[in-house]
């Protein structure tokens, strides 16, 4: 097995066919990532007992909100400073304490995850110092954990809201002197599917292993018919295991744009010295690889049957549909990281990614692209800060015949008369896509199958014969 | 309940045949609270963003503007630009040398790609605190371009919802009788407050062909910017949900002269109501449009009533919850839910003013909570106490419902089934249907053990 493990490596200043556009309109168009304190949201969701909350005026919140449930379909209560005018002028610190209060008597929150939005960031407002204030003023309540993470939107996307929330709240939390269970490993999961959070844990349990999964949202954003409603839904990472985190046997991070950014694993490795394994998000066969290695390694233990078993069948599959796959021009949008880990399964299955495009702006995006296409397909053209109007205008000349991504995409596939594969968030126009699978080699045949079939119904309805063997 | 209303919250709450009315609204949100509400720039977005020939560019940062791309199933019989979504995207350096720059080369490139009749331009809180001269920008581009270039003070603090409206509806005012309005029929309304949801509008448009009555200018659903300029010339303005267009009406009644009616185009009787509303406003004008509209009401309602009947025999005796955003769309409801043989437990609205409860609680069952800004766990909190069949409201409120192993019925701007008219009323009811009889909900854990036989409409094969 050959390891995906990151380089960090400087940004290229040309990569073949790949020269990493930033945008060169002023306006725009159908933007194809959200802005940060959704992430963060979605981050402290994952979380046990913890309300995210939002230190901004009411829209925001109400907003992203409803961009969340109808992603997940589960309720997502998102508290705000409901912040007005006087607010705007005077600063907000008084109802963020006033909300923070109210929200303890509602809600009874283990944490309350703060995230900053534009308006309280321009104003200026100190939120740490207002929550020193805070826990001075109110301490003798027997207050709950309070993370804190500045999330304007020109900070960046959701994504990055996310990977600062899960650092901030490491930071806050991970205390040395907490005990450790002796075989537990970190796991930054990044943003992934509640199934595949799912999955990844049953990976790291199959080697014997312990995972500390932070955020873990795999019930909370997925959870069971209810008896009675929970104001906060069961599930996500005890805060107990966070605190424990420092003293757990390695932390393995999932992408391939994260080794130069503050993440949980960092703060993890510079305050605490605990390992950083950065890996690919694993979606295909390499970037699988290297994290059943790195299992390995950190376990002492052989890979376990059932995953050889799930390779095989993997690479069974890839071979049975190769020629459904060759050559196809595909289009990837999206969060970099799952953008990236899809590219890399493409290049396997022998399919061309032509179009490598994305909302967030980290530097390493278009180098993580050429990695992973190393020695299999040409690399692709790479967008970052990517709206709908320049991934139309980069794809006039690349003729894609399928897109993969979120489901924002829908109406220039539909444009294009080509199909949508859809992977990652926001999916608002399907249903369950909380369930959808990516990652681990059982996740990414399942994806293989979507993107085969995809490819399959187009060929069936375009043609007059109605074959009924493809 | 009351443990799970916020001290802060009480006085939005009233119970009808208890104490004598008295109820807050309109303030706003309690910090920590966890409000269905939106803000100002979302009150505008929802009136203005219909005019499908318009160019809707948000000036603020990218997530106000993402998160509101097309997100209402406002329907257009041509042109879709209001489907795109555009913004300045702005960035921490627009935030310290201010955005006029952006905007204006945003607007410069926008309008000569899209090449719309007019622009509107957003404003959002982060504009608003940087302090942009909106207007001058707008004004300049106007020139340059020569279509009109219209800010829209809509930054989110400023309020909720209602100032947007208010926002919104001056930046129509700017358009309105700057149109030639030869050629008007002299029996011809605008049909104000309707956005055209799943279509809803053609369905209402077509009931007043049939009258003999015109419309000019659809505000804003299926909305065209040449017909706002010309909607001056019409006779009459007809308002639906008066929240959010009445303070057109009121200023076109200023300004033109122009009279308006209230109406509303969901339910049985405030449907026909509205129609022969019309149809005596224009009598003298036209005598024979009364017996028009009388035939053709009759002829929908010998069809609708024995359709709601077999739907009644199911839902007899079934409890509803109302939980929308205005408060004129509850009363409707509520009469509806008369037809369907249902009691409304609660009926509640984002952002009813004190008169809009007041007249709630008149038409309510004795028992009924009326309540202001609801948040989740209240919501949820009384679902479990009522137990009640249905809740009606918006796609936030729904995964509450389902939850709970309640049913559920999208009465919001997301709805994709026509809900107004007479066949809209139909729909409604089959839509109630649906959900209040799914075998589905007697396996949840809050309802297990329960029975009931078949639907009889199933068993009818309907
Ligand atoms: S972009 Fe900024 S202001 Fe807009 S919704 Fe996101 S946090 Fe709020
Ligand atoms: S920043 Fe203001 S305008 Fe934008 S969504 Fe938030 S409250 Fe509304």
Redesign the interface.
Same mark, same amino acid.
């Given at each position: 097995m050959k390891t995906g493990a990151v380089r960090v490596r400087p940004e290229p200043e040309n990569v073949k066919h790949g020269a990493a556009s930033l945008s060169a309109?002023? %306006?725009?168009? *159908?933007?194809c990532?959200? @802005?940060a =304190? #959704?992430g963060a949201s979605l981050a402290f969701r994952g979380i046990e007992g913890a309300v995210p909350?939002i230190h !901004?005026?009411?829209? @925001?919140?109400?907003? +992203? /909100? /409803?961009?969340i449930? %109808?992603h997940y /379909?589960?309720? +997502?209560?998102?508290?705000?400073?409901?912040? !007005?005018?006087k607010?705007?002028v005077f600063g907000g610190g008084p *109802? #963020?304490k006033? !909300?923070?209060? *109210?929200?303890m /008597?509602?809600?009874a929150p283990s944490l309350v995850g703060v995230a900053t939005t @534009? #308006?309280t960031e321009?104003?200026g407002d100190d939120v740490p110092g207002i929550l020193l204030e805070f826990k001075r003023e109110f301490g003798d309540l027997g207050l709950p954990e309070i993370v804190a993470v500045s999330t =304007? %939107?020109?900070s960046g996307t959701h994504s990055d809201g996310w990977h600062a929330a899960v650092a901030a709240t490491v930071e806050t939390l991970s205390k040395a002197s907490s005990p450790g269970s002796g075989n537990g490993v970190n796991i930054f999961p990044g943003m992934v599917s509640c199934a595949d959070m799912e999955h990844i844990k049953d990976i790291v349990q199959d080697f014997g292993l312990a995972p500390t999964l932070l955020p873990d949202i795999s019930e909370t954003l997925d !959870?069971p018919? #209810?008896?009675?409603?929970r104001?906060v839904p069961p599930g996500g990472t005890p805060l107990s295991s966070i605190r424990a985190m420092p003293k757990n046997l390695a932390s393995i991070e999932l992408g391939r744009t994260l080794s130069d950014r503050k993440t949980g694993a960092a703060v993890l490795e510079k305050r605490f010295g605990v390992e950083r394994t950065g890996l690919g998000l694993p979606i295909g066969l390499r970037e699988t690889d290297a994290l059943m290695e790195a299992l390995s390694r950190i376990s002492g233990r052989p890979v376990p049957r059932r995953h050889l078993l799930e390779r095989g069948r993997l690479l069974d599959a890839m071979a049975d549909g190769h020629k459904y796959l060759a050559g196809k021009r595909v289009a990837v949008y999206g969060e970099e990281d799952l953008t990236i880990g899809l590219v890399a399964f493409l290049a396997e299955t022998g399919a061309k990614p032509v179009l490598a495009a994305t909302g967030g702006r980290s530097a390493g995006f278009a180098q993580a692209a050429a990695d992973v296409c190393e020695g299999l397909a040409p690399v692709p053209e790479i967008i970052r800060g990517a709206d709908f109007h320049e991934i139309a205008d980069k794809a006039k000349d690349l003729s894609p015949e399928i897109l993969i991504g979120h489901g924002?995409g829908q109406?220039t596939a539909r444009e294009w008369g080509i199909p949508l594969v859809r992977a990652g968030f926001p999916i608002h126009d399907r249903f369950g896509a909380q369930r959808l699978s990516h990652t681990g080699y059982k996740g990414a045949l399942q994806l293989y199958d979507r993107i085969v079939n995809a490819l399959l119904k187009k060929t069936q309805e375009s043609c007059s014969i109605g074959y009924g063997y493809l | 309940m009351n443990t799970q209303v916020l001290e802060e919250r009480q006085d939005q709450f009233h119970t009808v045949g208890g104490s004598a009315f008295e109820m807050a609204c309109n303030r706003e949100s309690l910090a920590g609270a966890v409000s269905q509400r939106a803000c100002v720039f979302c009150g505008s977005r929802v009136v203005l963003y219909p005019i499908a020939d318009a160019l809707h560019l948000v000036h603020g940062p990218l997530g106000c503007a993402a998160y509101t791309w097309d997100i209402r199933g406002a329907l257009s019989s041509g042109p879709e630009l209001h489907r795109m979504s555009f913004c300045t995207d702005l960035r921490e350096n627009d935030v310290v040398f201010g955005g006029e720059k952006k905007l204006a080369r945003a607007l410069d490139e926008l309008i000569d790609r899209h090449s719309p009749k007019a622009a509107f331009v957003y404003s959002t809180c982060i504009a608003g605190l940087i302090g942009d001269d909106m207007d001058a920008v707008c004004a300049r581009a106007e020139s340059e371009k020569g279509i009109p270039v219209i800010a829209v003070r809509s930054e989110g603090f400023k309020g909720n919802k209602r100032e947007g409206y208010s926002a919104a509806c001056r930046a129509m005012m700017r358009l309105v009788g700057t149109g030639d309005t030869s050629g008007v029929p002299r029996v011809a309304v605008n049909l104000l407050g309707d956005y055209n949801l799943a279509g809803e509008l053609w369905i209402i448009r077509e009931y007043f062909r049939r009258m003999g009555v015109g419309v000019v200018a659809n505000v804003t659903g299926d909305g065209r910017v040449e017909d706002l300029r010309r909607a001056h010339g019409a006779a009459l303005n007809v308002v639906q949900c008066s929240g959010s267009t009445m303070e057109l009406a009121k200023m076109m009644r200023e300004a033109h002269g122009t009279p308006f009616i209230r109406a509303s185009y969901l339910g049985i009787e405030d449907m026909a109501a509205s129609l022969y509303a019309v149809a005596d406003f224009f009598k003298n004008e036209d005598p024979e449009i009364v017996d028009r509209t009388a035939c053709l009401v009759r002829e929908k309602l010998t069809a609708l009533m024995p359709r709601l009947a077999l739907y009644r025999q199911d839902l007899e005796g079934k409890k509803a919850a109302i939980y929308v955003g205005g408060a004129f769309k509850a009363f409707s409801l509520v009469k509806a839910f008369r037809h369907l043989g249902m009691r409304v437990a609660l009926a509640g609205s984002q952002t009813g003013t004190r008169e809009d409860y007041e007249e709630l609680a008149a038409i309510c069952d004795p028992g009924c909570v009326i309540v202001d800004d609801a948040n989740p766990l209240e919501l949820s909190a009384f679902l479990e106490k009522e137990d009640v069949d249905v809740l009606v409201g918006g796609v936030k409120e729904r995964p509450i419902a389902y939850k709970l192993g309640v049913g559920f019925c999208d009465h919001n701007h997301e709805r994709k089934i026509p809900l107004e008219g007479f066949e809209g009323m139909e729909n409604f009811a089959r839509e109630i249907h649906a959900t209040v009889t799914s075998p589905v909900w007697r396996f949840m854990p809050r309802r297990a053990g329960r029975t009931g036989g078949m639907p009889a409409c199933l068993e009818a094969g309907i």
């Amino acid at each position: 097995m050959k390891t995906g493990a990151v380089r960090v490596r400087p940004e290229p200043e040309n990569v073949k066919h790949g020269a990493a556009s930033l945008s060169a309109y002023a %306006s725009t168009t *159908n933007a194809c990532a959200v @802005c940060a =304190p #959704l992430g963060a949201s979605l981050a402290f969701r994952g979380i046990e007992g913890a309300v995210p909350y939002i230190h !901004g005026s009411q829209g @925001c919140a109400t907003y +992203m /909100r /409803r961009y969340i449930i %109808s992603h997940y /379909r589960e309720p +997502m209560d998102i508290a705000s400073s409901s912040l !007005g005018e006087k607010q705007a002028v005077f600063g907000g610190g008084p *109802n #963020l304490k006033k !909300g923070i209060l *109210n929200v303890m /008597r509602k809600y009874a929150p283990s944490l309350v995850g703060v995230a900053t939005t @534009c #308006l309280t960031e321009t104003i200026g407002d100190d939120v740490p110092g207002i929550l020193l204030e805070f826990k001075r003023e109110f301490g003798d309540l027997g207050l709950p954990e309070i993370v804190a993470v500045s999330t =304007p %939107s020109y900070s960046g996307t959701h994504s990055d809201g996310w990977h600062a929330a899960v650092a901030a709240t490491v930071e806050t939390l991970s205390k040395a002197s907490s005990p450790g269970s002796g075989n537990g490993v970190n796991i930054f999961p990044g943003m992934v599917s509640c199934a595949d959070m799912e999955h990844i844990k049953d990976i790291v349990q199959d080697f014997g292993l312990a995972p500390t999964l932070l955020p873990d949202i795999s019930e909370t954003l997925d !959870g069971p018919a #209810l008896a009675e409603y929970r104001p906060v839904p069961p599930g996500g990472t005890p805060l107990s295991s966070i605190r424990a985190m420092p003293k757990n046997l390695a932390s393995i991070e999932l992408g391939r744009t994260l080794s130069d950014r503050k993440t949980g694993a960092a703060v993890l490795e510079k305050r605490f010295g605990v390992e950083r394994t950065g890996l690919g998000l694993p979606i295909g066969l390499r970037e699988t690889d290297a994290l059943m290695e790195a299992l390995s390694r950190i376990s002492g233990r052989p890979v376990p049957r059932r995953h050889l078993l799930e390779r095989g069948r993997l690479l069974d599959a890839m071979a049975d549909g190769h020629k459904y796959l060759a050559g196809k021009r595909v289009a990837v949008y999206g969060e970099e990281d799952l953008t990236i880990g899809l590219v890399a399964f493409l290049a396997e299955t022998g399919a061309k990614p032509v179009l490598a495009a994305t909302g967030g702006r980290s530097a390493g995006f278009a180098q993580a692209a050429a990695d992973v296409c190393e020695g299999l397909a040409p690399v692709p053209e790479i967008i970052r800060g990517a709206d709908f109007h320049e991934i139309a205008d980069k794809a006039k000349d690349l003729s894609p015949e399928i897109l993969i991504g979120h489901g924002k995409g829908q109406r220039t596939a539909r444009e294009w008369g080509i199909p949508l594969v859809r992977a990652g968030f926001p999916i608002h126009d399907r249903f369950g896509a909380q369930r959808l699978s990516h990652t681990g080699y059982k996740g990414a045949l399942q994806l293989y199958d979507r993107i085969v079939n995809a490819l399959l119904k187009k060929t069936q309805e375009s043609c007059s014969i109605g074959y009924g063997y493809l | 309940m009351n443990t799970q209303v916020l001290e802060e919250r009480q006085d939005q709450f009233h119970t009808v045949g208890g104490s004598a009315f008295e109820m807050a609204c309109n303030r706003e949100s309690l910090a920590g609270a966890v409000s269905q509400r939106a803000c100002v720039f979302c009150g505008s977005r929802v009136v203005l963003y219909p005019i499908a020939d318009a160019l809707h560019l948000v000036h603020g940062p990218l997530g106000c503007a993402a998160y509101t791309w097309d997100i209402r199933g406002a329907l257009s019989s041509g042109p879709e630009l209001h489907r795109m979504s555009f913004c300045t995207d702005l960035r921490e350096n627009d935030v310290v040398f201010g955005g006029e720059k952006k905007l204006a080369r945003a607007l410069d490139e926008l309008i000569d790609r899209h090449s719309p009749k007019a622009a509107f331009v957003y404003s959002t809180c982060i504009a608003g605190l940087i302090g942009d001269d909106m207007d001058a920008v707008c004004a300049r581009a106007e020139s340059e371009k020569g279509i009109p270039v219209i800010a829209v003070r809509s930054e989110g603090f400023k309020g909720n919802k209602r100032e947007g409206y208010s926002a919104a509806c001056r930046a129509m005012m700017r358009l309105v009788g700057t149109g030639d309005t030869s050629g008007v029929p002299r029996v011809a309304v605008n049909l104000l407050g309707d956005y055209n949801l799943a279509g809803e509008l053609w369905i209402i448009r077509e009931y007043f062909r049939r009258m003999g009555v015109g419309v000019v200018a659809n505000v804003t659903g299926d909305g065209r910017v040449e017909d706002l300029r010309r909607a001056h010339g019409a006779a009459l303005n007809v308002v639906q949900c008066s929240g959010s267009t009445m303070e057109l009406a009121k200023m076109m009644r200023e300004a033109h002269g122009t009279p308006f009616i209230r109406a509303s185009y969901l339910g049985i009787e405030d449907m026909a109501a509205s129609l022969y509303a019309v149809a005596d406003f224009f009598k003298n004008e036209d005598p024979e449009i009364v017996d028009r509209t009388a035939c053709l009401v009759r002829e929908k309602l010998t069809a609708l009533m024995p359709r709601l009947a077999l739907y009644r025999q199911d839902l007899e005796g079934k409890k509803a919850a109302i939980y929308v955003g205005g408060a004129f769309k509850a009363f409707s409801l509520v009469k509806a839910f008369r037809h369907l043989g249902m009691r409304v437990a609660l009926a509640g609205s984002q952002t009813g003013t004190r008169e809009d409860y007041e007249e709630l609680a008149a038409i309510c069952d004795p028992g009924c909570v009326i309540v202001d800004d609801a948040n989740p766990l209240e919501l949820s909190a009384f679902l479990e106490k009522e137990d009640v069949d249905v809740l009606v409201g918006g796609v936030k409120e729904r995964p509450i419902a389902y939850k709970l192993g309640v049913g559920f019925c999208d009465h919001n701007h997301e709805r994709k089934i026509p809900l107004e008219g007479f066949e809209g009323m139909e729909n409604f009811a089959r839509e109630i249907h649906a959900t209040v009889t799914s075998p589905v909900w007697r396996f949840m854990p809050r309802r297990a053990g329960r029975t009931g036989g078949m639907p009889a409409c199933l068993e009818a094969g309907i």
